[in-house]
Nanobody, 125 residues
């Protein structure tokens, strides 16, 4: 069983930055694919970015490429989502999710077995 805890959300102005963290307890992220999703009010949850923990390969949604960066700290067993040049349309609840191994459907919510509780990100214009 993997328990995920996100942190780092908050209120930021247009063009600002935030860093989200996803910490795992219960086991390490080794062998897992860890993704970030977001859900704005009244919309479906959408894929933002993800990383194969062992290889470090990263994947990004087109809407965040060049602005968001995933990284990991293997000692702390924590994944980070650095969000720069934030826009009002990035406002959403952000969720960390994990699944065993890589899947070509990493962008689908149904591919993931474990979810965090979510953290609110609000970008003001």
């Amino acid at each position: 069983q993997v328990q995920l805890v996100e942190s780092g959300g908050g209120l930021v102005q247009d063009g600002g930055s935030l860093r989200l963290s996803c910490a795992a307890s219960g086991r390490t992220f080794s062998g897992y694919f860890v993704g970030w999703f977001r859900q704005a009010l009244g919309t479906e949850r959408e894929f933002v970015a993800g990383m194969s923990w062992n290889s470090g390969n990263t994947y990004y949604a087109d809407s965040v490429k060049g602005r968001f960066t995933i990284s990991r700290d293997t000692v702390k067993n924590t994944q980070y989502l650095q969000m720069d040049s934030l826009k009002p349309e990035d406002t959403a609840v952000y969720y960390c999710a994990a699944r065993r191994g890589f899947s070509g459907s990493y962008y689908r919510t149904s591919s993931y077995s474990y979810w965090g509780q979510g953290t609110q990100v609000t970008v003001s214009s």
